[in-house]
């Protein structure tokens, strides 16, 4: 099960950082993705860390300005944001992938955590 919170509302330009905590099982080997899903839209990839922490990657719309972490000891992955605009707001999700390559597209995950919304006012 994964747990995703952090979330709130914030003033653009400011800062938030989501946590997804793992629980029942361990989710050290897995790769874990954060998703977000604006009004309307497709759930879109914002970044994904591979389980060693070797590989990150980034949507280019975050890139420069988010940047994930993982901490196995805690089963925790975290989303740092910084520098957050008005179209940064979104539910996220956080997924777990039991794969060694990391994957970008929501199709490529086993599990999803509930979503914290993110609200960003300009």
């Known amino acids: 099960q994964l747990q995703a919170s952090g979330g709130g509302l914030v003033q653009a330009g400011g800062s938030l950082r989501l946590s997804c905590a793992a629980s029942?099982?361990?989710?050290?080997?897995?790769?874990i993705g954060w998703f977000r899903q604006a009004p309307g839209k497709e759930r879109e990839f914002v970044a994904v860390?591979?389980?060693?922490?070797?590989?990150?990657y980034y949507a280019d719309s975050v890139k420069g300005r988010f940047t994930i972490s993982r901490d196995n000891a805690k089963n925790t992955v975290y989303l740092q944001m910084n520098s957050l605009k008005p179209e940064d707001t979104a539910v996220y999700y956080c997924?777990?992938?039991?794969?060694?390559?990391?994957?970008?597209?929501?199709?490529?995950?086993?599990?999803w955590g509930q979503g914290t919304l993110v609200t960003v006012s300009s």
């Open positions: 997924a777990a992938r039991n794969r060694v390559v990391v994957a970008t597209t929501p199709g490529g995950y086993d599990y």
């Open positions: 029942g099982r361990t989710f050290s080997s897995y790769a």
């Open positions: 860390i591979s389980w060693n922490t070797s590989s990150t």
